[in-house]
C-alpha cells in the first residue's frame, strides 16, 4: 500500500471515530459543558464569555450557544449569522405543531432554576431531514441575563 493510501485510510478512520464520538455525547455532558459556561459567563465581562463560547467545544464539535432575555442570539459558535438576530419566530423542523424553539428555551431555563431539557427536531449539519434532538438550556446567574444551551442528538 502506497504511502498516499495509507493516509487516507488513516484519515477516513480519524473521521469515523469523530463522528462515532459525536454520536455518543450523553445529556450529562451537555449540562456539564452549559453549567461551564455559565460559569465563564458570570464571572467574565460579555467580551471574554463570548470569546470563551465561540472556541469550547465538547465530544467533538458540539458547542454551546447563548440566547438574551429578548429571545435574541448572543453567540451561536457554528452559526454566526445569527448573533444579534431575533429569535422568538425560530421553529423547529416538526412540520405539523412546531414550536418557537427559541422561545421554549428561554421558557423552560426561567421555569427551572437549575434548568431543564427541551426536546424538537432539527437537521444535523448537511442534512435535509430533521432529527430528534434534546437540549439541556439554563439561565445563568448574573446581571446579564443570559440562557446558555447545549444539545445532542437522541
Not at 464520538?21 to 461551564?36: F, H, P
Not at 428555551?105 to 426536546?119: C, E, H, L, S
Request: proline share 3%.
Amino acid at each position: 500500500m502506497s504511502l498516499i493510501s495509507k493516509v487516507v485510510v488513516a484519515l477516513i478512520m480519524l473521521v469515523g471515530v469523530q463522528v462515532q464520538a459525536e454520536d455518543i455525547c450523553k445529556k450529562e455532558q451537555a449540562q456539564e459543558a452549559v453549567e461551564k459556561m455559565c460559569a465563564e459567563i458570570e464571572k467574565n465581562d460579555s467580551a471574554k464569555a463570548i470569546e470563551a463560547l465561540k472556541k469550547f467545544r465538547y465530544c467533538g464539535s458540539n458547542y454551546v450557544w447563548v440566547q438574551d432575555s429578548d429571545i435574541k442570539m448572543v453567540v451561536h459558535p457554528t452559526r454566526p449569522k445569527l448573533d444579534g438576530s431575533d429569535l422568538k419566530l425560530e421553529m423547529d423542523n416538526n412540520g405539523n405543531g412546531s414550536k418557537a424553539l427559541f422561545v421554549e428555551f428561554d421558557k423552560m431555563a426561567r421555569k427551572n432554576k437549575n434548568g431543564g431539557w427541551v426536546d424538537y427536531l432539527w437537521p444535523k449539519p448537511g442534512a435535509e431531514n430533521a432529527t430528534p434532538k434534546t437540549s439541556f438550556v439554563k439561565l445563568c446567574k448574573g446581571d446579564k441575563k443570559w440562557i446558555a444551551g447545549s444539545g445532542i442528538w437522541k
